[in-house]
């Protein structure tokens, strides 16, 4: 295949994935029913989803300078916010979701090196999973012991149970000294981990790590619970913990444009155990995403302030 014709289909395929998983979900969760539940959207639940989404975001550029600040990389509130909202356009246009990241630690590699402001991101991605990560297997955990709480179903249970063990093992592989693969990989990799403790986990910054970490993760909850009561699906809180992570989950598989598709499947098979139609939670979904794409317009103002010269440039 020519290089070109593969550099485009590369750019392009996203995209095309994104398109047709939509127009399947569309199809089998009746599309049309989801497009009425839009048009009587409640415009209170939306501003509520906006509000949270918005405080997800400030959390987030508060997170990340506090982050980078470990590692040496000096961010006033203004510029973290500023780059954040940036970061967050570019990933809602562009395939893989992580493009706007690595601009982000470009444009900060100024102070300590691409490595370590690479870094930084990496880790205050990493710290928001985990902490949403965190809240789903403490949800799921109480609901398996308080009878009622949720109505698993068998085909979803016993892997959704793997995953938290497999996830909890790899954690606590990752952090026993005495696992250290031999060499040069093994330093590398000791030195990795050592640095996301101190980023993450180092007694002046663990617990506003921990606040700011939760509290975006609940955030993106609430705002997916306030999409759903818009278009009329009113979420528990004990559900919420449940089954909105799982939503979230999906976009995380890197084959889409910011989760477009995988979420919406997602949505439309998940709500449904909350007691939603399928159409209602496409719906939901929809409207999650066009909230946080209009959350993130204000990146187009980063934009023009970061192509603004600089006082006393030539």
């Not at 101190?198 to 617990?207: D, I, P, T, Y």
Request: hydrophobic share 60%; aromatic share 6%; net charge positive.
């Amino acid at each position: 295949m020519d290089r070109a014709l593969f550099k485009t289909t590369v750019k392009v395929l996203p995209a095309v994935i994104a398109l047709a998983l939509l127009v399947l979900v569309w199809r089998v969760a009746d599309g049309e029913n989801a497009i009425r539940h839009l048009a009587g959207a409640d415009p209170r639940w939306l501003a509520a989803a906006l509000l949270a989404l918005t405080a997800q975001t400030v959390l987030s550029a508060f997170r990340w300078q506090l982050t980078a600040g470990q590692l040496g990389i000096v961010l006033d509130r203004g510029t973290a916010l500023r780059e954040y909202y940036l970061a967050q356009m570019v990933n809602q246009a562009l395939p893989g979701g992580v493009l706007g990241d690595a601009g982000r630690a470009m444009r900060s590699r100024a102070q300590a090196g691409l490595v370590s402001s690479g870094q930084a991101v990496l880790f205050e991605r990493l710290a928001g999973q985990i902490a949403l990560l965190a809240i789903f297997g403490v949800a799921v955990v109480g609901s398996l012991i308080v009878p009622g709480v949720f109505a698993w179903p068998g085909w979803l249970l016993t892997p959704v149970v793997i995953g938290l063990v497999g996830s909890v093992i790899a954690l606590v592989l990752l952090g026993l000294p005495g696992l250290r693969l031999p060499g040069r990989v093994g330093r590398a990799l000791a030195s990795f981990w050592a640095t996301g403790l101190h980023a993450l986990a180092a007694r002046e910054v663990r617990g506003r790590q921990v606040l700011l970490s939760v509290g975006t993760a609940l955030c993106n909850i609430v705002g997916f619970a306030c999409c759903a009561a818009a278009i009329g699906v009113t979420l528990p809180p004990a559900t919420a913990v449940i089954v909105v992570p799982m939503i979230l989950f999906a976009m995380l598989i890197p084959v889409s444009v910011s989760g477009w598709g995988l979420r919406e499947g997602a949505a439309a098979a998940l709500l449904p155990l909350a007691g939603a139609s399928a159409a209602e939670g496409l719906a939901a979904s929809v409207a999650f995403g066009v909230a946080f794409l209009v959350c993130a317009l204000p990146g187009i103002l980063a934009v023009r302030v970061a192509a603004r010269p600089r006082s006393g440039s030539s």
